[in-house]
């Protein structure tokens, strides 16, 4: 079965400092990931996904991030934090479930960013 | 509707009460699943659906827990006799086909509080 591990329940950034968000993920197969955000009072976005292809993945809000297999991670960063990135991000991988898939998620990793 | 919708938003109930959550998935996809977030953690996966079928229901905690899509479109999750351990938020979530790297719209979710 697939898991999904996520490096550090709070991350502190300054406003305009480099943002990077640890996920290590378990998986068998060629895995599908996922980074989402989930604003306070909102449901869950999707920010990227990596299925196939180039490993380096852009998203939305000048998030990116880097698949590497030899490593099992699919870390998240933004070279210069806003304000308005203060959230909840969650990595999630596929899994498959009686014939579909399901997201397995992380426990999740706040993002503080200071003034 | 533009998004995913559910309702209520808030509900308490005191032990021992049913409860119905709700669901309005995007129009037009086939796929929908409920997770339940307790504070502080990722959603877990509790059931899925392709259209009216129910695929998968091996997150569901209890025989207390019920869901149902009868038309392939608006989904309920029913729980019976609550206990102060379900309390937790439950979110829905619906994609296009349900293919492992389809995209998951969420809804904001239903906060449940079992007194």
């Known amino acids: 079965a697939q898991s999904v591990t996520q490096l550090g329940s709070h991350v502190s950034v300054s406003e305009g400092a480099l943002v990077l968000l640890r996920c290590n993920y378990s998986?068998?197969?060629?895995?599908?990931l996922f980074w989402y955000v989930q604003y306070p009072n909102q449901g869950l976005q999707l920010l990227l996904k990596?299925?196939?292809?180039?490993?380096l993945v852009k998203g939305i809000n000048g998030f990116e991030a880097e698949f590497k297999k030899s490593e099992t991670s699919f870390h998240l960063t933004k070279p210069s934090a806003h304000m308005s990135d203060a959230a909840e991000y969650f990595c999630?991988?596929?899994?498959?479930?009686?014939?579909?898939?399901?997201?397995?998620f992380g426990a999740g990793t706040r993002l503080f960013v200071k003034a | 509707g533009a998004g995913v919708s559910q309702s209520p938003r808030y509900k308490v109930a005191k032990r021992g009460q049913d409860v119905a959550l709700r669901c309005d998935p995007i129009?037009?996809?086939?796929?929908l699943f409920w997770y339940q977030q307790a504070l502080g953690q990722g959603p877990e996966f509790l059931t899925y659906?392709?259209?009216?079928?129910?695929?998968?229901k091996s997150g569901l905690p209890s025989d207390r827990f019920f869901a149902e899509r009868p038309e392939g479109s608006v989904s309920t999750l029913k729980i019976q006799r609550t206990q102060q351990e379900d309390s937790a938020v439950y979110l829905c979530?619906?994609?296009?086909?349900?293919?492992?790297?389809?995209?998951?719209?969420f809804g904001p979710g239903t906060r449940l509080t079992v007194l």
């Open positions: 999630a991988v596929s899994d498959r479930v009686g014939g579909g898939f399901k997201t397995i």
């Open positions: 659906f392709q259209n009216e079928a129910q695929l998968d």
């Open positions: 990596y299925t196939t292809g180039a490993t």
């Open positions: 998986s068998s197969v060629p895995p599908y």
């Open positions: 979530a619906s994609s296009q086909s349900g293919g492992g790297t389809d995209t998951q719209y």
């Open positions: 129009s037009g996809h086939v796929s």
